[in-house]
């Protein structure tokens, strides 16, 4: 405040002297969106929100912070990433790390067994940003999920099929969505010796494969995880697997594996899963992959992440002689993910009441960042308003006819603008039209006022002509709908 | 985490005991939509957002945290509702209590000197809620500023048509547009005899007239921000003053009020904002109200304020004796402000260059509240979702063909559900179609598959049809048109 008043002050003195105290900028790793970004985010949200509902989903939304005790315990090693909110008296608050959390204490807060609906919203991760490759702080998640006792694999084939549409009608290149399973995780740690009390640390290093190298993941089980070598070398056979169903039938076959009751629920499910897949003809875009592991605690079943090709999610082997332009390609990779977390929600129940639960999440930034890069680089102009028609004064001191004439257009539900000028030069308005693509100039002149009438010039073809106030609506209705189809 | 590793031992060991450790709750003053509520807040925000766009306006979005240091001194009395991010090394975070500043930060750190915008998101105050009143710590703001050097009015006006445009098309009864200035404020207090250094508190004061009796606020004037009782008096006479412009004429001639410059640039503004709301046929909802004064510090010219009428924003002078009635009455009031702010932008500038604005904030939480009592009394249902046809199993074992119907109809882009068991009753499919509203049932049966062919049902009149699967996209899209026309 006493900033405030000295700028006070300063103003009242006439002072125009620097008063900037501090750095102009957005919080590290947030930035803000222009309209131009605002018209390509929006075409994003169209097309994802249009899938959703294309699969009958409803909406919801909750808060932007929870109780923090809500959120603790989900995460596993990420938890040091939430966002705190200081402790101004009252309640303990975090910011959502994520939209599934939430999702999961709405369902156990108004004892919903059966939902599908759709989030899409903001959330917070203190990660270090990386944002030119589209990893940000603050960034939005498109969440679609299916909670309900249902049979198998029908909610889950959905949620692939439905990373398929969108990645497709998207449009932003050739994709793969890699499907693993927790079960057939879990069933071949224990096949190849891993304690029991390491499952989850050792799943989070395999979910490090599609950043680094096996050796460095190896490495991190051996000696920063405590696990045997031989173990750890075990596991390294089992990742190499990726493929189909011919693939899951050779590891039906396995000696290890099929010992393990968990590793056949997952290859079973699995098989399932990608006959449903070729159903729905989206079996080119699938592959099943041992070395998908994702990173939080919760999943309990199928789990699937979505990468685009050429923005490879795979490091090359260190022996194979990496060159400068992978670091390039890796530079955007996974962009959806999701899986089966069917004990999430009974953590929220009194008395662990479960409902299975599978869903998607789809990562904007990372789209969002092609499809900026591409628009820029294809030099089109984006329109970042819908205006329809721009009242030109062709004259001065016709401000009031202006106004009127803006009146009676606006409530017909014609969107216009004019200029905030009281006598704006007639070049400068023209000019307003081409800079902005407003199809439609309807100018008034002293002439016009006496005959009743106004004259229309097309911006585009600079055709003008007389059309009476009568008509005026209805011919500027007629011209745009001309417009649109030329 | 330690409590997460409790509950999967206890999951582990088949545990079913209570395992909830704290209140399911969302945290004080936000809560959750549900699909119904989100129908409806769509509803809404349609109606917004298409006037903005019928006025012209690009969009923008900021972060939902700023630079602490950006918030401060920005909000006079308020600014201690201000919610702060915990320091977790890095820099200091405060939620954004509204849109303006950060569209002030945005503007100077971009050096664009001409804009028009809107912006919708949520902003934070750790307010005292009143959430059956629709006063939330989490709340939307819809905002629509203009800024750049134009003439007197010409963008102010568009401001208060756009508010009248908003509160006329959601048709939640009838309401008033107060307006104000804040010169004429200001040279009326100068008129007054109240010292420089107490025109803001007094003004704070003034602000309260619309919550509290007149008796209340003299008496914060005078005990306690120290006011002389004659003075305090002066002022209770003026903020009587409200009507058109033929009060602002009688004003012009006050003895006191016309010494003030301030004062009487404040009323020839006003005058002439009157006369554009005039042109732009909405004079009959805007009043001039000298008691008006808004609490923000950032205000340099005109302020207003839209109420609705039934919801009575003014109290009842003590003395005409207020019943219970009057309480319940006050529920709802003030459903957006905004005003003039030149010198915001201007305080983030590094030479203090200022870039001049007007804008308007529509309140959501408060309109939404009434529709959403509004839509419980009519106890109309509220369709959630948009789905068109729900693929049925008249028999078992015909999932495989039910999967394949339903990726045939999503690629064609109609909006299609089925159920996720793999044999559900014929029964439940069609209850399910009748309690979501689900328009058409295309059934699926052992003769059907070997016709090629399915039965088509309008769930409606329960008319069945043979329809080809060749002909089944088109004769779904006749029957949605002839459907949605009857």
């Given at each position: 405040?006493?900033?405030?008043?000295?700028?006070?002050?300063?103003?009242?003195?006439?002072?125009?002297?620097?008063?900037?105290?501090?750095?102009?900028?957005?919080?590290?790793?947030?930035?803000?969106?222009?309209?131009?970004?605002?018209s390509i985010r929006e075409g994003v949200f169209n097309t994802i929100i249009s899938c959703f509902k294309r699969h009958g989903a409803e909406t919801i939304d909750t808060p932007?912070?929870?109780?923090?005790?809500?959120?603790?315990?989900?995460?596993?090693?990420?938890?040091?990433?939430?966002?705190?909110?200081?402790?101004?008296?009252?309640?303990?608050?975090?910011?959502?790390?994520?939209?599934?959390?939430?999702?999961?204490?709405?369902?156990?807060?108004?004892?919903?067994?059966?939902?599908?609906?759709?989030?899409?919203a903001k959330v917070y991760r203190r990660d270090n940003p990386a944002m030119t490759r589209?990893?940000?702080?603050?960034?939005?998640?498109?969440?679609?999920?299916?909670?309900?006792?249902?049979?198998?694999?029908?909610?889950?084939?959905?949620?692939?099929?439905?990373?398929?549409?969108?990645l497709t009608q998207l449009d932003i290149g050739e994709f793969k969505i890699r499907v693993n399973h927790?079960?057939?995780?879990?069933?071949?740690?224990?096949?190849?010796?891993?304690?029991?009390?390491?499952?989850?640390?050792?799943?989070?290093a395999v979910?490090?494969?599609?950043?680094?190298?096996?050796?460095?993941?190896?490495?991190?089980?051996?000696?920063?995880?405590?696990?045997?070598?031989?173990?750890?070398?075990?596991?390294?056979?089992?990742?190499?697997?990726?493929?189909?169903i011919s693939t899951l039938e050779e590891l039906l076959k396995d000696e290890g594996l099929s010992k393990s009751k968990l590793a056949v629920e997952g290859l079973e499910e699995l098989k399932l899963l990608l006959t449903y897949c070729d159903l729905y003809k989206i079996s080119d875009k699938v592959v099943f992959d041992l070395s998908l592991a994702r990173g939080l605690d919760y999943y309990t079943g199928?789990?699937?992440?979505?990468?685009?090709?050429?923005?490879?999610?795979?490091?090359?082997?260190?022996?194979?002689?990496?060159?400068?332009?992978?670091?390039e390609s890796v530079s955007v990779g996974s962009v959806a993910g999701g899986g089966r977390y069917d004990g999430l929600v009974g953590m929220f129940d009194a008395k662990g009441k479960k409902v299975p639960c599978v869903?998607?999440?789809?990562?904007?930034?990372?789209?969002?960042?092609?499809?900026?890069?591409?628009?820029?680089?294809?030099?089109?102009k984006i329109r970042t308003t819908d205006t329809e028609v721009y009242v030109v004064s062709a004259q001065k001191h016709l401000v009031e006819h202006r106004l009127k004439l803006c009146q009676e257009l606006w409530d017909a539900d014609i969107?216009?603008?004019?200029?905030?000028?009281?006598?704006?030069?007639?070049?400068?308005?023209?000019?307003?039209?081409?800079?902005?693509?407003?199809?439609?100039a309807v100018i008034l002149g002293q002439s016009e006022i006496e005959n009743n009438c106004v004259t229309m010039r097309n911006t585009n073809t600079r055709a003008e002509r007389k059309v009476s106030r009568e008509d005026l609506i209805e011919e500027i209705r007629k011209e745009l709908i001309s417009i649109k189809s030329s």
């Open positions: 405040e006493e900033v405030a008043k000295l700028l006070d002050l300063k103003a009242k003195l006439g002072d125009d002297g620097p008063s900037k105290k501090f750095v102009l900028k957005c919080p590290k790793g947030t930035r803000d969106y222009n309209p131009q970004q605002m932007v912070f929870e109780l923090k005790e809500i959120l603790t315990g989900k995460y596993g090693e990420d938890s040091k990433l939430i966002y705190d909110l200081q402790d101004q008296g009252g309640e303990l608050l975090s910011l959502r790390y994520d939209l599934t959390v939430p999702f999961a204490r709405y369902l156990a807060m108004n004892k919903i067994t059966t939902i599908k609906r759709y989030h899409i589209g990893r940000f702080r603050e960034f939005y998640q498109c969440d679609f999920d299916i909670a309900g006792q249902f049979d198998a694999m029908l909610p889950d084939a959905e949620c692939v099929k439905i990373v398929a549409e969108i927790r079960k057939l995780l879990d069933g071949m740690f224990s096949a190849c010796g891993v304690p029991d009390d390491k499952f989850r640390s050792i799943c989070s979910d490090k494969l599609d950043k680094t190298f096996w050796e460095d993941v190896r490495a991190e089980m051996v000696d920063e995880k405590g696990l045997s070598p031989e173990a750890a070398d075990r596991i390294g056979h089992f990742v190499k697997f990726s493929g189909g199928v789990i699937y992440e979505a990468c685009l090709q050429g923005y490879a999610n795979k490091p090359v082997s260190a022996s194979s002689g990496g060159s400068g332009e992978e670091e869903g998607v999440s789809i990562g904007i930034e990372r789209i969002f960042a092609i499809m900026e890069q591409r628009a820029m680089a294809s030099n089109t969107k216009t603008e004019q200029s905030y000028k009281k006598n704006p030069k007639a070049l400068d308005q023209f000019q307003y039209c081409e800079t902005n693509g407003i199809p439609i």
